[in-house]
C-alpha cells in the first residue's frame, strides 16, 4: 500500500527540503513578528521542519562521500549564522525578537551522534569508526561541560566568555531542540531500512508530548512535529534536483532579511 502511495505521490529529498523551507519561513515570520500580530498557526505548521531536516540529516550521512566533509559544512552554517545573528541584534538591536535560530548545529551534533552510533556497532571489528565515536562522545560531554562553566562566569557579569563560546560552539545547551532533537536523529539513522518503525516510534512520542502539554493547557506546541509523518511516509528515496549549497545560503540569508523588516518597519 505504501509502495504505491511512494510510487504515485513519492517526494525525493528536493521536495521535501522545499517543503521544509517553505514552512521554515512562515515559522520565521511568526517569530520575527508575533509582536505584530502574527497569527500562531504560522508557528503551529513549522513544527514539522526540524524533524524533516534530521531525517533528511540521516539521509545525506547515508549517502555522502565524506562524512568529515558534510559536518565541516554543517559547523560551518553554524558559524556564519551565528555570528550574523549576533551583528544583527548588536547593530540593530530589537527588544521584540530574540535571534537563537541554530538549526545547523543540532544537525552538525545529529549527525555526529549517527557516527557515535555507527562507531559502537562494532568496536573491534572497525577500530577506527570505533576512535571516531570515542571523539564523539568526549565533544559532547566536553563542550556541554564547558558551556555550563561558561553561563557560571556569566552569572557574575562575566557575559563575553559565554558569548563567543555560544558564537564557537554547537553543544547540548545552545542548539534547537537539545537532546530531544539528536534522539530522533538517531531514531531516523537507526531505522533508516525500516521507516514504519522510525515513523511508529516519532509518532509515539509526539503523541506523548501532545499529552504533555494538555496537561498545561495546551501551551507547548511541539507536538504539532506529528504532521510530518505523512510526508516523511511519502519519501521515494530519491534525491531529485540537486542543490547542494542553496539551504547553507538560503537558512542565514533568510533570517537576515526577515529581523531586518521586523526592527526597521515595525519596531517602533
Keep these: 500500500m505504501l509502495a504505491k502511495l511512494q510510487e ?32 500562531e498557526w504560522m508557528t503551529m505548521v513549522g513544527r514539522v521542519v526540524a524533524p524533516i531536516f534530521l531525517f533528511l540529516a540521516a539521509e545525506g550521512f547515508h549517502y555522502t562521500h565524506s562524512r568529515i566533509g558534510y559536518m565541516r559544512n554543517l559547523l560551518i552554517g553554524f558559524w556564519i549564522t551565528s ?11 530589537n527588544e521584540h525578537v530574540v ?17 557515535i552510533w555507527d562507531g559502537w ?23 556541554t561541560a564547558l558551556m ?13 566568555p559565554m558569548r563567543i563560546y555560544m558564537v564557537a560552539v554547537p553543544n547540548l545547551m545552545n542548539i534547537e531542540g537539545g537532546v530531544v532533537f539528536l534522539l530522533l536523529a538517531l531514531i531516523f539513522h537507526i531505522f533508516r531500512e525500516k521507516r514504519a518503525v522510525a515513523l511508529l ?4 512520542f509526539s503523541l506523548w508530548m501532545l499529552f504533555q502539554s494538555a496537561q498545561h493547557g495546551y501551551s507547548d506546541i511541539q507536538w504539532f512535529m506529528i504532521f ?3 510526508l516523511l511516509a511519502l519519501y521515494n528515496g530519491k534525491q531529485g534536483r540537486k542543490d547542494k549549497w542553496f539551504f547553507y545560503i538560503f537558512y542565514p540569508s533568510h533570517l537576515a532579511v526577515l529581523y531586518i523588516i521586523s526592527t526597521v518597519f515595525f519596531n517602533k
Design 121 to 143: 556497532k562494532h568496536p573491534i571489528a572497525n577500530k577506527k569508526a570505533f576512535a571516531w565515536s570515542m571523539l564523539g562522545i568526549i565533544y559532547l560531554i566536553g563542550s
Design 83 to 93: 555570528v550574523m545573528e549576533v551583528i544583527l541584534q548588536t547593530q540593530l538591536p
Design 201 to 204: 516510534l516519532y509518532s509515539a
Design 8 to 39: 504515485r505521490y513519492g517526494l525525493t529529498s528536493f521536495t521535501l527540503k522545499v517543503i521544509g523551507i517553505i514552512l521554515m519561513v512562515s515559522d520565521h515570520i511568526h517569530q520575527m513578528f508575533a509582536y505584530v500580530g502574527a497569527p
Design 148 to 160: 555550563a562553566v561558561m553561563l557560571s562566569f556569566a552569572a557574575t557579569g562575566n557575559v563575553l
Design 228 to 230: 510530518a509523518v505523512p
Design 99 to 115: 535571534l537563537m535560530n541554530a538549526i545547523f548545529g543540532t544537525l552538525f551534533l545529529g549527525v555526529m551522534v549517527m557516527w
